[in-house]
T-cell receptor
């Protein structure tokens, strides 16, 4: 069974640029969630995708957007990068048919640095 | 709103000591509760969970009991090892408009010294 994978592992961008992060869900999981973890903090929920539709969103501005593809993989896009966007971005997958989908399994994350 | 409060760290223990990391929550509804662990430079790993009051989650010697009356989910281990050194996150999950969102505490860093 393949776990959640994310790419790239590290990324450096400058303020104002755009970035795309990628995630492949665990085998059989059709729901993907994205979280932002600032240094020394707990992860904050960005949004969740289920069957290629956004299915819940946290308190993040519209410049944070996403996609989910038919194979359940997902992208997180961030436009007009700000210094405060520097963080570890975590992807998690879950299976709604397994106990309601509340248990989420995380990937290793992408560490983004905005200069 | 929903929130999770963890005891502040860092926590430093000697090998074989007893561990308790306190976690309390506030939630509108009946959440499921989780402990995740994060080793240096890695993502989060699910450690244990409990889905209803009085449930006990356990894994790798760690335990936590869902206490609805005190809105708590304290993590315990009887004898810690150096390999347990990591950051531990308490989290709750509630269904909101059809999606499950995890709300995390700020994390507690544990260091175990030989």
């Amino acid at each position: 069974e393949t776990g959640v994978t994310q790419s790239p592992t590290h990324l450096i961008k400058t303020r104002g640029q755009q970035v795309t992060l990628r995630c492949s869900s665990q085998s059989g999981h059709n729901t993907v969630s994205w979280y932002q973890q600032a240094l020394g903090q707990g992860p904050q929920f960005i949004f969740q995708y289920y069957r290629e539709e956004e299915n819940g969103r946290g308190n993040f501005p519209p410049r944070f957007s996403g996609l989910q593809f038919p194979n359940y993989s997902s992208e997180l896009n961030v436009n007009a990068l700000e210094l405060d966007d520097s963080a570890l971005y975590l992807c998690a997958s879950s299976d709604p048919l397994a106990g309601g989908g509340e248990t989420q399994y995380f990937g290793p994350g992408t560490r983004l640095l905005v200069l | 709103g929903n929130s999770v409060t963890q005891m502040e760290g860092p926590v430093t223990l000697s090998e074989e000591a007893f561990l308790t990391i306190n976690c309390t929550y506030t939630a509108t509804g009946y959440p499921s509760l989780f402990w995740y662990v994060q080793y240096p430079g890695e993502g989060l790993q699910l450690l244990l969970k409990a889905t209803k009051a009085d449930d006990k989650g356990s894994n790798k010697g760690f335990e936590a009991t869902y206490r609805k009356e005190t809105t708590s989910f304290h993590l315990e281990k009887g004898s810690v090892q150096v390999s347990d050194s990591a950051v531990y996150f308490c989290a709750l999950s509630l269904s909101g408009a059809g999606s499950y969102q995890l709300t995390f505490g700020k994390g507690t860093k544990l260091s175990v010294i030989p």
